[in-house]
């Protein structure tokens, strides 16, 4: 594998973290969302809540890790 190609192959990750980022951060509002409107258990919307932001983190540390490896 080219030095080109591990670059191009970087990036389609990256890319793809940030899509996947994207999508809990829309599910994490319509989490939050659910949260005022519903009489469901706020606990468990709580520990929903906490679990796609900690994904987001990791994410979020995924990119950055991926960004540096560029360079």
Partial sequence: MSQEDLLQST???IQGL???KNEHGKI???IL???QSSTADKNKIEEK???LRKSMDMIELGKFFMSN???
């Fill in 33 to 35: 969302e659910s949260k």
């Fill in 11 to 13: 990036k389609t990750v």
């Fill in 28 to 30: 994490l509002g319509n």
């Fill in 49 to 51: 809540a906490g679990l």
């Fill in 69 to 71: 490896k560029m360079q």
């Fill in 18 to 20: 940030e899509a996947l």
